[in-house]
């Protein structure tokens, strides 16, 4: 050692290592501390996400191609009318009124029977 300079006793050498292991610890939490912001974000943002998703229609009366026919009516939840992409929602009185106009009903959904209305 020159100029004078003291060897590190062994309790410096210690309460350095423990600096070193403190600063350590700091930063793994911080980053720890930024996940854990991340996910709460991420989790915030599917409830609104969740929370403005509107209830799926529970009726639907499909369009012709001209888009001013009415060809069907369907339930809500109904397979072929997911595929046609021509659906729109509906009440359950505009649905009633297409079925009493001689509108078919969807032969897989069958919204006529789920309305109560037997042929």
């Known amino acids: 050692m020159s100029g004078g300079e003291q060897p590190l006793s062994r309790l410096d050498a210690l309460r350095f290592a423990r600096r070193v292991v403190e600063e350590q610890a700091e930063r793994q939490l911080a980053l720890i501390d930024r996940w854990i912001a991340n996910e709460e974000q991420r989790q915030a943002e599917?409830?609104?996400g969740e929370e403005k998703r509107?209830?799926?229609?529970?009726?639907?009366?499909q369009y012709g191609l001209n888009r001013s026919n009415v060809d069907a009516v369907h339930t809500g939840d109904c397979w072929a009318a997911a595929?046609?992409?021509?659906?729109?929602?509906?009440?359950?009185?505009?649905?009633?009124?297409?079925?009493?106009?001689?509108?078919?009903?969807?032969?897989?959904?069958?919204?006529?029977?789920?309305?109560?209305?037997?042929?």
């Open 46 to 48: 599917r409830r609104r």
């Open 54 to 61: 509107q209830e799926p229609a529970q009726w639907l009366i």
């Open 83 to 119: 595929r046609s992409g021509r659906c729109r929602p509906a009440t359950r009185q505009q649905v009633l009124d297409a079925l009493l106009q001689q509108v078919p009903a969807c032969v897989h959904c069958r919204p006529d029977t789920a309305l109560g209305i037997l042929e």
